[in-house]
């Protein structure tokens, strides 16, 4: 494994070097830190790591377009229990998480877990590509969403110009980076402010549509699994669908260090996210079914928008501002977790080196926040993100299965490694089952496009040799690198 020297703290500049090699003493060893040393402070509670898996899974889609579920199963009843499978598939998987993120008490979620049982070059190749595709266009995605539909209320009768649309995301994205570059404290704060606008959002939609029942509009239910038969590829598609719709649950493994108490808030707040956002998905389809039948479903652009304009009249208005809060959430969870990804990457010596460092008054990881900051604006005004992120969308179950596999491997490989929290042998074999075989259906379905998401991701490969273990650099090259 390739690691840096540890670097001496300099205490009289902006910023401090964060835990160099990885290896210094953290803040669960018991052991004194340097004098002068700077770390990044436990302020995620558990009620913030709730906000934190809760705020990111909830993002645009539940409220825009859940139809792609229903349009890969073919009938109401199917595409509510590929909604309810997926929730407990994904809780098996945070289930798994939980237990990495108890025995191994660093924060950096998939990368640090595959660098500890399979090494550096895999690792590397994991935030090789979070760092330069899929972290900037996931973020300009739901960021796109939230300009939408933050201007939805002002143009209900024309179309919304795409410049605008794009101005007002990137004043959003820039809010986002500043928020985390200034405070842990006020960015858990607001993430629990917009955690709690998305459960209210989906209440909005869940009470009425159980009043709905309650009046007997039950004729969407009737024969609930007659319609399309849904075809071979339909329904590994349909899942492939729902175990998107709940990604996020691993978020809160990035910031295991910060965490008070990680051996036993990281389970506990895996699991009640996971109970709160399966009960909330699948009551919000029961709800939409209660006033849209399928037909109408697969045909609106957003759902959520159609059901409260029937329900609620003028009040739909509140909806695009509930969804555009919830994009915001998306936004800051996502990018407060994914730094510290970076930020323990160029601990490891993986990453430039200022990226591990830490601003001495703030106390947040502000170079790997704003790292994400100018990829972002380029993949917003120019890039074809849904293109980018149909060709790597694979790599991140592949890399999620490689984790959970990881698990099972450390079982055997380190037995004595204490595990405060332990999951059943099934449950981690199970998901990463799954994981690979979504992985090998994208192959199958989509080799186009899968092929040039795999041919990007194995840029990491030579780019790990270029950076990392040649070291005959040319000085001008590793003082562009800051080494």
């Not at 008490?105 to 877990?113: F, L, P, R």
């Not at 179309?159 to 928020?179: D, Y």
């Not at 200034?182 to 009470?207: G, H």
């Not at 919000?284 to 039948?293: C, D, E, G, K, P």
Request: hydrophobic share 50%; with cysteine; charged share 15%.
């Amino acid at each position: 494994m390739f690691r840096k020297a540890a670097v001496t703290t300099v205490s009289n500049g902006s910023y401090l070097q964060g835990q160099a090699n990885g290896r210094l003493p953290s803040m669960d060893s018991g052991q004194p830190a340097q004098e002068g040393k700077v770390v990044l402070k436990k302020k995620v509670t558990l009620l913030r790591g709730i906000s934190i898996i809760i705020g990111t899974i909830i993002g645009a889609g539940i409220f825009i377009s859940p139809k792609g579920i229903l349009k890969n199963t073919g009938s109401v009843g199917m595409s509510l229990t590929v909604w309810t499978v997926c929730g407990i598939l994904s809780l098996f998987g945070a289930l798994c998480y939980a237990e990495l993120g108890t025995c191994i008490k660093k924060s950096g979620g998939h990368y640090t877990y595959i660098l500890e049982a399979f090494g550096p070059l895999p690792a590397f190749v994991r935030v090789w590509v979070e760092l330069l595709i899929i972290r900037p266009a996931a973020t300009a995605v739901i960021s796109l969403a939230f300009g939408r539909y933050i201007l939805e209320p002002f143009f209900m009768q024309c179309e919304i110009p795409e410049l605008a649309i794009k101005l007002i995301t990137a004043v959003g994205i820039t809010l986002v980076m500043v928020l985390n570059s200034t405070s842990v404290s006020w960015s858990a704060r607001i993430q629990i402010f917009l955690t709690f606008c998305k459960l209210v959002a989906i209440l909005i939609i869940i009470v009425p549509g159980v009043i709905q029942l309650i009046k007997g509009e039950t004729q969407h239910f009737k024969n609930a699994f007659a319609g399309n038969d849904a075809s071979v590829m339909g329904l590994p598609l349909a899942f492939y669908s729902g175990m998107y719709a709940y990604s996020g649950w691993f978020y809160l493994n990035f910031v295991t260090e910060e965490v008070e108490n990680p051996e036993k808030n990281i389970p506990l707040a895996i699991c009640i996210s996971m109970i709160i956002v399966t009960v909330g998905y699948v009551l919000t389809n029961v709800a939409y079914f209660t006033t849209i039948s399928a037909g109408e479903l697969l045909l609106s652009k957003a759902v959520a928008v159609t059901f409260a304009e029937r329900l609620m009249g003028n009040f739909s208005l509140a909806v695009p501002v509930f969804v555009a809060l919830s994009c915001f959430g998306s936004m800051n969870g996502g990018i407060f977790a994914v730094s510290r990804m970076f930020f323990v990457a160029s601990r490891e010596g993986h990453l430039p080196e200022i990226l591990s460092m830490i601003h001495v008054r703030k106390h947040t990881p502000l170079p790997a926040v704003i790292v994400l900051h100018p990829l972002t604006m380029i993949m917003l005004f120019n890039g074809d993100l849904y293109s980018l992120l149909n060709f790597l969308s694979f790599a991140r179950w592949l890399f999620i299965g490689l984790v959970v596999a990881g698990l099972i491997y450390l079982r055997y490989k380190r037995p004595d490694m204490p595990r405060p929290f332990k999951v059943p042998l099934f449950i981690p074999a199970l998901f990463s089952f799954t994981c690979l075989f979504m992985v090998a259906l994208s192959l199958y379905s989509d080799p186009v496009n899968t092929g040039i998401g795999f041919a990007i991701t194995l840029t990491g490969v030579p780019a790990y040799y270029l950076f990392i273990v040649w070291d005959k650099k040319p000085k001008w090259f590793r003082k562009l690198l800051g080494k």
